[in-house]
């Protein structure tokens, strides 16, 4: 099986410092963070602008690459299921994709966001593999 190589192109600052403190889904509220880009990045992130919605995607490189079945939400009296019907970290390519409010913006480099989903911010230093503009309802 062939592999690639990912070149993060920054990280989530957070106040949250672990994955116990994290909200684990949408509604259970999560903190102001901040998605901090490589100067490389300024002419990527340029035309974003405060209260568009965009999508971000993550490497959750604190998962467990190794999981294949959990209980939901950590829940041992919930049967197992395959990681790939959960909302899981842990999983053998542990992507994260995230839908999130642009709040603020300093400079081109950094851009605050509320995670509407609540799980963008566990926890810190994320590596973050790109974002990309929310088109449509439909998108997430």
Known sequence: MKTFQFKPVGHAESPLTD???APKQGGEGSPL???VFDK???EAL???HVGEDVIV???LDRANRDVLRVHPRGDRTRPELGVFSTRSPDRPNPIGLHRVKIISIEGVLRIQVKDPGGSAHD???RPQAGIRRRLLTSDL
Do not use: F, K
């Open 19 to 21: 994955r116990a403190s």
């Open 33 to 35: 963070a901040w998605l």
């Open 40 to 42: 490389s990045m300024r």
């Open 46 to 48: 340029r035309d974003l």
């Open 57 to 59: 995607l993550t490497w």
């Open 123 to 125: 926890p810190n230093s």
